[in-house]
């Protein structure tokens, strides 16, 4: 297990982290997503922390905050050494009927902090992320907020999930203007089926420097290796009770096709090789796993071992590369002279 720089912080991360969308239940989505139970999560749990892994994300609104509580029993009741793990959590959805217990406001943050520390049983999140953009809320009103959670020691870093590159820049820069806590991370959706963060996101991460908390690195299971054109998975699976998140089938279909072939030449599984590819992405800090037996968090943690070649990459690369877009191809045309210039200078070429 490798271990990560988070963001620009000096904290290190497993390149694989532990999600527990699938802790807990309870009605609707969550139900579908998953319904582990106290004892099934704890087993997860040692299982990932026997491996490695030292990084744990969650959510106040998973299985309406029983994911947050059945996590933090499961490190109490394993007695895992505070230091020894990494733990996130997100506030944003809503959490009763009430009109302020959503969203991104200071009112809603400040009341979610408390109560996801008491369902954790903690006395500080390391890192807190605000969960999804809230167009009702001024950015600065968000940033501020999480400053002084950061300020009165509830909260060590701050991230954000599922916001657009001009949005997070927006906050970066009202953080700098008035030394406010950053955000060091964005939680974001990537895989072979969608890259589509790699247009605007990806480039901003690496100018910026935060770091890349994949979720659903399986595409909501469809690149499991349980479908493909020929097989739909089986009945009640994830993807045919929860179709989510929304793809296009026949790419997706091609690069299963091709990451098929590889897997078999490797002798590992199709999700191994889609997890792997995540992981040799230079963007990509920790890809969160989530899991409903020890078996499937066993093979996802096998993918750290796999190794793809330069062939294999270029392989995956062109079976899932995105359709070009404006201003990207237009970017790629102007700039090429300039970083052709800037690259023979780093080796050295330009006299």
Request: overall charge neutral.
């Amino acid at each position: 297990m490798r271990y990560n720089q988070l963001g620009r912080t000096g904290l290190f991360v497993s390149e694989l982290c532990l999600g527990t969308m699938t802790f807990g239940g309870g009605e609707g989505i969550w139900r579908q997503i998953g319904d582990l139970q106290q004892a099934d999560a704890e087993r997860l749990v040692g299982r990932a922390l026997d491996a490695g892994i030292n990084f744990i994300d969650t959510a106040d609104v998973y299985a309406q905050g029983l994911s947050e509580q059945i996590t933090g029993l499961a490190l109490r009741n394993l007695k895992v050494p505070r230091d020894q793990v990494v733990v996130a959590t997100k506030v944003f959805g809503a959490t009763t009927e009430s009109a302020n217990t959503r969203g991104a406001s200071r009112y809603h943050i400040m009341d979610g902090i408390k109560a996801s520390l008491k369902r954790l049983q903690l006395d500080h999140i390391d890192l807190y992320q605000i969960h999804g953009f809230d167009p009702a809320t001024p950015i600065e009103e968000t940033v501020r907020a999480l400053d002084t959670l950061v300020q009165h020691g509830h909260v060590r870093y701050v991230g954000v999930s599922n916001w657009a590159a001009w949005q997070i820049v927006k906050a970066l820069g009202i953080a700098e203007r008035q030394g406010l806590a950053r955000f060091e991370t964005l939680q974001a959706y990537y895989t072979l089926a969608g890259r589509d963060l790699e247009r605007e996101l990806v480039p901003m991460l690496h100018s910026e420097g935060l770091g890349l908390m994949v979720w659903s690195p399986l595409a909501g299971g469809l690149l499991s290796g349980k479908y493909g054109r020929e097989q739909q998975g089986e009945s009640g699976s994830r993807r045919n009770t929860f179709d989510f998140p929304p793809v296009n089938r026949e790419r997706a279909y091609d690069c299963i096709d091709t990451m098929r072939g590889i897997a078999e030449a490797k002798g590992v599984s199709v999700a191994q090789i889609a997890l792997a590819w995540l992981l040799h992405q230079r963007a990509v800090t920790t890809v969160i796993v989530g899991a409903k037996k020890v078996e499937q968090l066993d093979d996802n943690i096998a993918a750290t071992k796999v190794e793809l070649s330069a062939d294999e990459l270029a392989k995956l690369d062109a079976v899932s590369a995105l359709p070009s877009e404006y201003p990207g191809w237009m970017l790629e045309r102007q700039c090429e002279p300039r970083r052709n210039q800037l690259e023979q200078s780093r080796r050295g070429l330009v006299k």
